[in-house]
């Protein structure tokens, strides 16, 4: 027995030597084999069924597979010009190996594939990694990231370099193969085989393959400047505006509180075609779609996307002149400000707040509502939050009291846009909810019937807070619309043909109001919501708003709105007289003030007394953060030996950032001030 196995170790090590010298030696073939296994490795992980599924895509799309290939043989085309070509093969490899390893993941979870873009996400999604992953999977994977560095470095180390490399030859391959790349880029978007205007990133890495889908989100960013933008054009498209503005502006101005509750991955689960409840699960929503405007919103994303639907709510723009599955809280909006409704509210003696029970930095809204000339941004971190869904998210509940005070915080009228958390997926897929309220009948799948039960109870919880919202608004008797809709349908399998309306695309709306606007029913654009609901109340200011609001299914409506979008975001700011208006805002974090107002030792600690504490208080000596226990919104604990007689200590709430949000007042400590 021992012979046999040390044949076959022989063997095995004979075979890795003869791959070894075939890779050092026919690097162009073994370029080719790699690169066309590579990319039907990436299809078959793209698609996840693990059937033919892959070889249909090769077949049927044989142009498109093929320049799949191309994309990775330019990568492994580095090997050319390295000594170190064995331990090259391994790191491209890897990394490609990688992005189909991690695309699987994400589609698993999140019904939306991996892109570029999610590696700017990083910082954001970290903090947030235990909503999807259980820690045992977390550990996997921190093991599994430690253990492939160790072995790159190992590789490094003791793979054989080439001792003889002719460079000038490596490089001419390189660049015969890059003009060669260069060529088939170039006929593929001419013959319409390629685009790079990808509305649907889900359908997109179906019909174009995941190495050219990912490639496009890395290259393809921003918005394409428009071949007749100038300053005359913009001019024009002013003088458009303006001229049909004239009659509007002579119409009394109405300023309500403005409130937009954006809620999470909601929508009307009633249409889903074959699926019953035992009782209704949107009982409220449904009430106020009847009695109120109301109807279906054409979002910009499906499954995923919160952050994309929010930015076309709260800047007016279209997603559709952006970059493939771009999120432009993390590309322009990083270091630019722009026009929003915030800003154009606030010249009308608005203050301007954001809600979110979900943490300050995910997405960078910590930044961006910065950016976007919000007064105050109001998260989970600031929140006393102490009703959770079983998988972790903030239940919605909370954010009633939120936009009360936010509301309460000024004597003025307020625009609120609240975004909500509870019905953030994945959903499970074995029944976790004990008894639950709503119960589902006619799927035979019990996974997906799990899924439907799990998100079903937590809409019924976030169709009680669209009750208590309103109730609360209905008793403050001061003039208020409110607008709530869905911001993307949920991770469901969903299809078009499953809806008995619309498309997968569009989720349920309704507008609220104790001003007597008159009901009108209808389909609207994300990005036109904003500028219909200031057109009811007779507001006209700002560039996107009035452009919607005059220029809405007319001739050039698109073009001159990717224009528009252009010049405020790219390009030269002529609407603006080259010069942006708008400056980041000095944001606040939270709605009530930290208060510090004694404090007490014990035997071994200090009790720390004030108001509005959370979760995330943190008591800070000078600059320095010492271990805090969190009791209630006015106790806090830290050690005894920590705290110093005469130390001047602050409490600020701490992001997982980590970011300082607030700050108390400062508080000389005193001993054995109280026993």
């Known amino acids: 027995m021992k012979a046999f196995f040390k044949n076959i170790q022989e063997t095995g090590k004979k075979i890795g030597l003869i791959i070894v010298e075939k890779l050092r030696k026919h690097p162009m073939i073994c370029n080719i084999v790699l690169s066309v296994g590579m990319a039907f490795l990436l299809e078959v992980l793209g698609r996840q069924t693990f059937d033919m599924s892959a070889v249909g895509f090769v077949d049927e799309r044989s142009k498109m597979f093929l320049y799949s290939v191309l994309i990775i043989f330019l990568t492994y085309s580095v090997v050319f010009i390295v000594k170190r070509r064995l331990f090259t093969y391994i790191v491209v490899t890897l990394l490609w190996s990688m992005v189909g390893i991690v695309n699987f993941m994400m589609l698993s979870s999140r019904n939306t594939p991996f892109t570029y873009v999610d590696i700017t996400l990083m910082k954001s999604v970290l903090p947030v990694m235990s909503n999807y992953f259980t820690p045992m999977e977390i550990g996997s994977m921190g093991a599994l990231i430690l253990i492939g560095l160790v072995l790159l470095v190992v590789a490094y180390m003791y793979l054989p370099m080439e001792e003889t490399l002719n ?107 074959g699926i019953k409840f035992n009782k209704d699960p949107l009982e409220n929503f449904h009430k106020y779609m009847k009695g109120y405007s109301s109807g279906q919103l054409s979002m910009p994303s499906y499954g995923a996307g919160t952050a994309n639907s929010e930015f076309e709510l709260i800047t007016g723009m279209n997603l559709d002149h952006f970059g493939a599955a771009e999120y432009p809280y993390k590309t322009v909006l990083q270091d630019t400000t722009t026009e929003s409704m915030a800003t154009v509210l606030k010249k009308q003696g ?32 600031s929140m006393n939050i102490k009703k959770w869904t079983e998988n972790g998210w903030a239940k919605d509940l909370i954010l009633t009291s939120c936009i009360n005070d936010s509301l309460d915080s000024t004597k003025g009228q307020d625009y609120v846009y609240c975004i909500s958390v509870q019905g953030h997926g994945d959903y499970p897929t074995t029944e976790i909810i004990e008894n639950p309220e709503i119960t589902v009948s006619g799927i035979e799948d019990e996974g997906l019937k799990n899924k439907y039960t799990y998100y079903a109870n937590q809409v019924y919880q976030m169709d009680q807070f669209v009750g208590r919202l309103v109730k609360s608004l209905e008793k403050r008797n001061e003039e208020t619309i409110l607008v709530m809709y869905g911001d993307h349908l949920p991770s469901l399998e969903i299809e078009d043909e499953d809806l008995t309306y ?83 805002t000095d944001i606040t974090f939270g709605i009530k003030d930290l208060e510090v107002t004694k404090a007490y030792e014990t035997e071994d600690s200090v009790f720390i007394v004030g108001n509005n504490f959370t979760n995330y208080a943190e008591v800070f000596v000078g600059d320095v953060q010492i271990n805090t226990t969190y009791h209630n919104e006015h106790l806090l604990e830290v050690s005894k030996k920590d705290l110093k007689d005469g130390d001047t200590f602050t409490v600020s709430i701490v992001s997982k950032a980590p970011r300082v949000l607030r700050t108390s007042n400062a508080y000389i400590y005193k001993e054995k001030n109280e026993n």
Not at 502 to 528: C, H, M, P, R
């Open 167 to 273: 460079r000038k030859t490596g490089f001419i391959k390189v660049i015969v193969i890059a003009l060669v790349f260069a060529g088939a880029t170039v006929f593929g978007f001419q013959s319409g085989m390629l685009t790079d205007e990808i509305h649907n990133i889900r359908i997109a890495f179906s019909d174009y393959g995941t190495p050219y889908c990912f490639s496009i989100t890395a290259l393809k960013n921003g918005i394409d400047k428009p071949s007749d933008y100038s300053e005359k054009k913009i001019e024009s498209i002013e003088k458009q505006t303006k001229e049909k503005l004239a009659e509007n502006k002579k119409k009394k101005v109405k300023k309500p509180n403005i409130i937009f509750v954006q809620l999470e991955s909601h929508f009307d689960i009633t249409q889903v075609k």
């Open 350 to 381: 608005y203050s301007a707040h954001a809600i979110h029970n979900n943490s300050a930095a995910f997405y960078d809204r910590d930044l961006v509502f910065s950016q976007l000339g919000f007064d105050t941004f109001t998260t989970k971190e």
């Open 502 to 584: 619309g498309n997968k695309y569009e989720t349920s709306y309704f507008i609220w109001d104790n001003i007597g606007l008159k009901k009108q029913d209808g389909v609207i654009e994300a990005y036109d919501l904003g500028a219909e609901i200031l057109d009811r109340c007779n507001i006209h200011e700002g560039v996107m708003n009035t452009f919607h609001q005059t220029r809405k299914g007319t001739k050039n409506y698109q073009s001159d709105m990717k224009n528009l979008q252009y010049d405020m975001l790219y390009g030269k700011q002529y609407i603006w007289n080259q010069e942006n208006p708008f400056q980041a």
